[in-house]
């Protein structure tokens, strides 16, 4: 129960929830390894076809990177704090995007730094009306670290976004909601049951053609949208020698629910 990611695993979903409840969840390097460790793991776990991520404790997601602890790399020179800080950052957040899987942050109090960039990567987010989020990293005298220049001003455009990043401002579930950083706010209560019923009704489809339409949008988004027409027929090719599209196509003829196999 010390480890600072705990994994979960029943019907179809993987629950993983950063625990470091007293430092509130901030994410040191020890917690972004397991977390890239668990990641390979649950990737290629043929039991697990969503993924949700929470934080331990009644107070926080994740009050962001631990910054008692990359502040020591930012004293050892650039080459370690680019190398240990921010590179282990990004990789964290890209792998949570480029996925395989989907995965569901599920928001339950700050998502402060970091806490809101990895809200930022994943493909879907619920809020719980008792989050509370910023991006304070101006306030430390730096910019975000973990794609939350980029992928911010992506899903709420340049200016909103800007306002976001200069001035540090907290903001409330609501206004998350309008910025494109999250589908959905819940009543605290609600908030994991709201995740896994949404996590459910993603899991009952075909684990290829999810995987497909992540791949298609993630990518897509970054492209111009020929080069993206033409990674959706890739995906769409791909899946073409599939056991789950003949399925899904003999159902819809046979007017019963399809059974997909993953294959
Ligand atoms: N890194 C390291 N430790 C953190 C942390 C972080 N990002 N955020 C919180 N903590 C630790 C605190 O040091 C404290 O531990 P301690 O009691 O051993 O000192 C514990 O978590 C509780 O935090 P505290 O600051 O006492 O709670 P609070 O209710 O007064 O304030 C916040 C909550 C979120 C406003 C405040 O913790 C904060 O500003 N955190 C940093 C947020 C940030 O800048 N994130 C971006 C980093 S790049």
Known sequence: ????????????????????????????????????????????????HVLIVTGAGDRAFSAGADIREFSESVRSGRAAAVRDFVRRGQQM????????????????????????????AVPLAIASERALFAKPEIRLGMPPTFGGTQRLPRLSGRKRALQLLLTGERFEPQRALQEGLINRVVPHAELMPAARELASRI?????????????????????????????????????VPSRDLCEGLD?????????FCGH
């Open 1 to 48: 129960m010390n480890a600072p990611v705990l994994l979960k695993i029943d019907d179809k979903i993987a629950t993983l929830t950063l625990n470091r409840p007293d430092k509130l969840n901030a994410l040191n390097y020890q917690t972004v390894d397991l977390l890239l460790a668990m990641l390979d793991e649950l990737e290629v776990d043929s039991r697990v």
């Open 93 to 120: 957040t890209a792998r949570m995007e480029a996925y395989r899987k989907p995965i569901i942050a599920a928001v339950n109090g700050y998502a402060f730094g970091g806490g809101c960039e990895i809200t930022e």
């Open 203 to 239: 899991a009952c489809h075909s684990p290829l053609a999810v995987a497909a339409i992540l791949a298609a949008v993630t990518r897509g988004l970054n492209m111009a949208i020929g080069e993206g027409l033409q990674v959706e027929s890739e995906q769409f090719a791909s899946l």
């Open 251 to 259: 159902a819809w003829m046979q007017r019963r629910e399809p059974v």
